[in-house]
């Protein structure tokens, strides 16, 4: 239990019982696991089973016959035939089954794995009902958390349309059009009690930024609408050579195998996106021929066809958000800076917070105050009122309602620079590069005639040409009291990396210490040689601790990203003069 390589060994002990099953009884079967499935006459599933209750447990294999479900197409009372049947001449079969202990269904179908095998309509609607019903409950069981952070990354992981992924690609999508319905506006209500507590400002425009993956600048909760014609599609025709071995159909030409009405769906796809005509039908050829063609001949990019067709839903969608009246109708200064949040938030700088998982031991806990103003911003949410002005004592400005004041505000940087300045210290030490914080230094600082006032280093790691690097931590915004130009993804970050270098290069070097400026704006985009330096500790953290390259980048991306997001919230927060705690 828990091993990785448990299923594989698994699978490796079963095939041999399972091929046995498939080619001497002479039935049509699958299996995912230990959950086997087999089809065909009465007499050959009859046999298979009692040859399976004596052959199985040697190799450790028994039916659990509370979830063996014995069905007829046609509703025959199988039950009665199967206990009528002769005893078997088949010398394999060496027991009798006593059949009262399994399950006969003579119901319009049968439940498969979370979906539903039938030719009833009203069948699939109920077996897709219920499971709606049960991802609904389980969601607003979800909800009594009160922890905005963790049912944020619950609903995205294991709740919402996680639950339910699989009954949209096995169920066609004319029979889940009043479910997906329900459970969008379901979702939705969850989100807003997530991100607002069921306040205000969460309308369409929020729900569908939402929707959007993270990579996109959304959170990664995909509505049960927006991907009902590309998962059943996607997964009919990515698995159809598959299906055409497992029923024996290998003899039928595979492209009378498409049915019209899914043909009918990938055309709805390509108008769904607005594609030109011509660009619409070369579309629909390159989905269709994701069934047809083998696996070999296919391009690359549609061997994944479901990642394939989303990209191209979910980016015509991105598009078509930023042409959003909620943007448009704004004055052209918030545009900018609604374009600025939106085009920074696809970096994975910026959303890599997304995924942190709450730990007040690694400075990732955020408040609900502080994941409502995080979260709201990300989403373009006002969180001011108009007349509002900015609580700090040196300040006093007027707030705009998006709270964009807060990111330049000079009465409280401290809190977001020594927030970051903590992730990066502690991901240098856990990398092994030796670091000290708030090193005593004498070449940092700012000189006023022939004096100079001296200040710590932020960081002191173990450098390359020098015994000891400086490291200093500066945290931007390209959100200015006014924006009077269209603002450039990264640019204000850079600008203040390069400021450093120039700054305090020769000072350190004539010290004896190397230099590095680690620059990140208030989004979490950072330039290059602030990449690089993350990247090494990345890389150092990837070897000495044995972590997979995709782990040692989650532990320090995450780490640094939502110290940004906590110490820009922390902003936000101060400006309301209200405690993060509350």
């Known amino acids: 239990q828990g091993d990785p390589i448990a299923p594989l060994l698994f699978c490796l002990a079963a095939h041999p019982i399972f091929k046995t099953i498939r080619d001497q009884f ?3 079967s699958a299996a995912d696991l230990d959950d086997f499935t087999i089809a065909g ?3 050959n599933v009859a046999d298979a089973i009692k040859w399976l209750e004596s052959s199985g447990p040697p190799c450790g294999l028994f039916i ?6 014995i069905w007829s197409p046609s509703g025959q009372d199988l039950k009665t035939k199967f206990t009528n049947l002769d005893v078997s001449e088949d010398d394999r079969v060496t027991s009798i089954s006593n059949w009262n202990n399994y399950t006969f269904s003579r119901e319009d179908g049968v439940e498969l794995l979370g979906s539903a095998v039938s030719k009833s309509a009203a069948f699939i609607t109920t077996v897709v009902k ?10 607003n069981r979800l909800l009594e958390l009160k922890d905005p952070q963790l049912c944020l990354i619950l609903l995205r992981s294991c709740e919402g349309m996680q639950k339910l992924v699989y009954c949209w690609r ?14 969008h506006e379901k979702i939705k209500e969850a989100l807003r009690q997530i991100i607002v507590g069921d306040g205000p400002y969460f309308g369409d425009f929020q729900s569908k930024l939402s929707s959007l993956p993270v990579s996109l600048g959304g959170l990664g909760i995909y509505s049960p609408s927006q991907i009902l014609y590309v998962a059943y599609p996607a997964s009919f025709l990515s698995t159809l050579q598959l299906q055409s071995r497992i029923l024996q159909l290998s003899h039928v030409p595979i492209q009378t195998l498409i049915p019209m009405s899914l043909i009918d769906h990938v055309h709805r796809f390509a108008e769904m996106i607005h594609f ?3 660009d619409r039908l070369q579309l629909v050829n390159n989905i269709i021929a994701r069934g047809t063609q083998p696996f070999e001949e296919v391009p690359l990019p549609l061997r994944h066809l479901q990642l394939y067709m989303a990209r191209f839903l979910f980016e015509y969608e991105r598009s078509q958000l930023l042409l959003h009246p909620y943007i448009l109708d704004k004055d052209i200064e918030t545009q900018r800076r609604f374009r600025i949040v939106l085009n920074s938030s696809i970096d994975p700088g910026s959303y890599s917070w997304l995924f942190a998982l709450p730990n007040g031991g690694l400075d990732q806990r955020m408040t609900p105050l502080e994941f ?11 969180q001011f009122d108009i007349n509002s002005k900015c609580h700090q004592n040196r300040c006093k400005s007027n707030m705009d309602i998006y709270g964009y004041h807060a990111y330049c505000c000079t009465g409280h940087l401290h809190p977001r620079h020594q927030l970051v300045q903590n992730a990066l210290f502690h991901s240098m030490s856990k990398a092994g590069f030796f670091p000290e914080k708030d090193a005593q230094v004498t070449c940092l600082g700012h000189r006023n005639g022939q004096q100079t006032a001296f200040r710590p280093a932020d960081i002191l790691m173990a450098g390359d040409d020098f015994e000891r690097d400086c490291v200093d931590v500066t945290v931007v915004s390209p959100i200015k009291k006014r924006n009077l130009y269209e603002i450039v993804v990264g640019k204000a970050a850079l600008d203040a990396e390069t400021r450093k270098y120039d700054k305090h290069m020769i000072p350190c070097q004539n010290a004896g210490f190397g230099f590095k400026a680690f620059a990140i704006d208030v989004f979490g985009v950072m330039p290059m040689k602030s990449k690089q330096l ?7 953290l990837s070897r000495d601790k044995g972590y997979p390259q995709y782990k040692a980048t989650a532990i320090v991306m995450r780490r640094v990203s939502i110290a940004v997001q906590i110490g820009v919230s922390r902003n936000i927060i101060l400006c309301r003069n209200v405690s993060s705690d509350d």
């Open 26 to 28: 002479n039935l049509i």
């Open 41 to 43: 006459p009465s007499r």
């Open 64 to 69: 659990n016959k509370k979830k063996t479900v």
């Open 130 to 139: 219920k499971r709606v019903d049960k991802c609904i409950e389980s969601m």
């Open 170 to 183: 096995t169920i066609p999508p004319e029979f889940l059009h009043e479910c997906s319905v329900t459970f």
């Open 276 to 278: 030109q005509p011509n």
């Open 372 to 382: 409502q103003a995080a979260a709201s911003y990300r989403l373009l949410m006002p």
């Open 534 to 540: 993350i990247q090494r500790i990345i890389s150092k």
